[in-house]
């Protein structure tokens, strides 16, 4: 007689995986109906983050608001910056000088940098790679010595100005530009060679969480997501905001849409920002670093949207204008905010522990989903 138990019944359960766990990245709750270790159904909560601050847009000056945008996503500061005043220059047909429009690219590649490199650092960690987590913290230190160096802040840089920027460059940013990047070179390559090749990872990470390209057409997902689901979607080239027609630069597209392609992606972009950032830096023209614009902003009454390709996403800002010198409505178009959308369809089915995996690999920020 057998002691090993095969004909038995279980029972589903639920658990709350968040909105305080560390896996999470942030007060994301999601409702697990699990049979033993396989997920049966999953439901989003969000809102636990909720500060409102598209209702506050409306008490504050066109201006006043521009320093709140950084806080929307905090890893990404400045693109969330840099797509509120485009919108606002849109609206009121205001055109930002040329060497203002080099130093936005400047700024916002180093963000996009900053921010995919807390990606690969939650994501290793999530996955037991501590070392590589602290390998991508310390590469974005010296990011974010940058964007201090231009903006006086290191999370949520106001550097983004109606009109232009704040600051010019100061001096000795060229130098130590090329030292971040040397170091951030050396540390993507220990990435690589530690995480990318790691059978662990990989069997952790490969053909887990996979997104089709009807799934994420079906789901309006955007950046690097999108691009590892085959779909060469970038507003910088298919859209040219800025200057962006003015550098050459890939979009990298990977095919398999899994989690591994979705922290691979991340490298590769990264990579070419860098390449922005350097053509930037070498063809950055003389001239002002920003446009007259009246102390007080009042657009005519009318309606706009306008939208950049953030970090994670098409980043948009949708901006109603009864004339006044606030907005009347503003609405925000946040890429973590959509792309969370599709975890109750990719966690069907999955064991506990690839659906932490998709989870990081996704990067979602709480900070834009509860607005």
């Given at each position: 007689?057998?002691?090993?138990?095969?004909?038995?019944?279980?029972?589903?359960?639920?658990?709350?995986?968040?909105?305080?766990?560390?896996?999470?990245?942030?007060?994301?709750?999601?409702?697990?109906?699990?049979?033993?270790?396989?997920?049966?159904?999953?439901?989003?909560?969000?809102?636990?983050?909720?500060?409102?601050?598209?209702?506050?847009?409306?008490?504050?000056?066109?201006?006043?608001?521009?320093?709140?945008?950084?806080?929307?996503?905090?890893?990404?500061?400045?693109?969330?910056?840099?797509?509120?005043?485009?919108?606002?220059?849109?609206?009121?047909?205001?055109?930002?000088?040329?060497?203002?429009?080099?130093?936005?690219?400047?700024?916002?590649?180093?963000?996009?940098?900053?921010?995919?490199?807390?990606?690969?650092?939650?994501?290793?960690?999530?996955?037991?790679?501590?070392?590589?987590?602290?390998?991508?913290?310390?590469?974005?230190?010296?990011?974010?010595?940058?964007?201090?160096?231009?903006?006086?802040?290191?999370?949520?840089?106001?550097?983004?100005?109606?009109?232009?920027?704040?600051?010019?460059?100061?001096?000795?940013?060229?130098?130590?530009?090329?030292?971040?990047?040397?170091?951030?070179?050396?540390?993507?390559?220990?990435?690589?060679?530690?995480?990318?090749?790691?059978?662990?990872?990989?069997?952790?990470?490969?053909?887990?969480?996979?997104?089709?390209?009807?799934?994420?057409?079906?789901?309006?997902?955007?950046?690097?997501?999108?691009?590892?689901?085959?779909?060469?979607?970038?507003?910088?080239?298919?859209?040219?905001?800025?200057?962006?027609?003015?550098?050459?630069?890939?979009?990298?597209?990977?095919?398999?849409?899994?989690?591994?392609?979705?922290?691979?992606?991340?490298?590769?972009?990264?990579?070419?920002?860098?390449?922005?950032?350097?053509?930037?830096?070498?063809?950055?023209?003389?001239?002002?670093?920003?446009?007259?614009?009246?102390?007080?902003?009042?657009?005519?009454?009318?309606?706009?949207?306008?939208?950049?390709?953030?970090?994670?996403?098409?980043?948009?800002?949708?901006?109603?204008?009864?004339?006044?010198?606030?907005?009347?409505?503003?609405?925000?178009?946040?890429?973590?905010?959509?792309?969370?959308?599709?975890?109750?369809?990719?966690?069907?089915?999955?064991?506990?522990?690839?659906?932490?995996?998709?989870l990081a690999s996704f990067d979602i920020c709480l900070g834009e989903i509860d607005r």
């Amino acid at each position: 007689m057998s002691i090993v138990e095969t004909d038995f019944e279980t029972q589903e359960y639920k658990i709350n995986l968040g909105p305080q766990h560390p896996s999470t990245h942030g007060v994301f709750r999601a409702v697990l109906t699990l049979n033993g270790e396989q997920i049966i159904k999953c439901e989003n909560h969000i809102g636990y983050l909720h500060r409102g601050i598209e209702k506050l847009a409306e008490g504050k000056t066109y201006s006043q608001f521009a320093a709140l945008t950084p806080r929307l996503d905090y890893l990404a500061g400045a693109l969330n910056n840099w797509g509120y005043v485009y919108t606002v220059e849109k609206l009121m047909g205001i055109e930002v000088p040329k060497r203002a429009e080099y130093l936005r690219v400047i700024i916002g590649e180093l963000q996009r940098i900053a921010s995919h490199l807390v990606m690969l650092s939650s994501t290793s960690i999530d996955l037991n790679a501590v070392t590589a987590w602290m390998y991508g913290f310390t590469a974005r230190e010296g990011i974010l010595d940058l964007i201090e160096m231009v903006t006086g802040s290191r999370m949520t840089p106001n550097y983004f100005t109606i009109g232009g920027v704040m600051d010019d460059l100061p001096y000795g940013f060229d130098a130590a530009v090329k030292k971040a990047i040397a170091e951030l070179n050396d540390r993507l390559a220990d990435i690589e060679n530690m995480v990318l090749g790691n059978e662990i990872f990989q069997g952790r990470t490969k053909n887990v969480g996979v997104i089709t390209k009807d799934m994420a057409m079906e789901y309006g997902i955007t950046g690097p997501n999108i691009r590892t689901a085959g779909i060469a979607h970038d507003l910088r080239k298919i859209a040219p905001y800025s200057v962006y027609d003015k550098f050459d630069f890939e979009v990298p597209v990977l095919e398999n849409g899994d989690s591994f392609d979705r922290y691979h992606i991340r490298i590769l972009e990264i990579r070419e920002s860098v390449k922005i950032i350097e053509q930037a830096l070498d063809m950055l023209p003389q001239g002002d670093i920003s446009s007259k614009v009246p102390r007080i902003i009042k657009p005519s009454p009318g309606e706009v949207y306008g939208q950049i390709e953030s970090a994670k996403g098409i980043l948009g800002y949708y901006i109603v204008s009864d004339g006044s010198d606030k907005p009347y409505r503003l609405h925000i178009h946040s890429p973590s905010f959509v792309n969370i959308g599709i975890f109750p369809k990719l966690a069907a089915g999955q064991s506990m522990q690839n659906f932490i995996a998709t989870l990081a690999s996704f990067d979602i920020c709480l900070g834009e989903i509860d607005r």
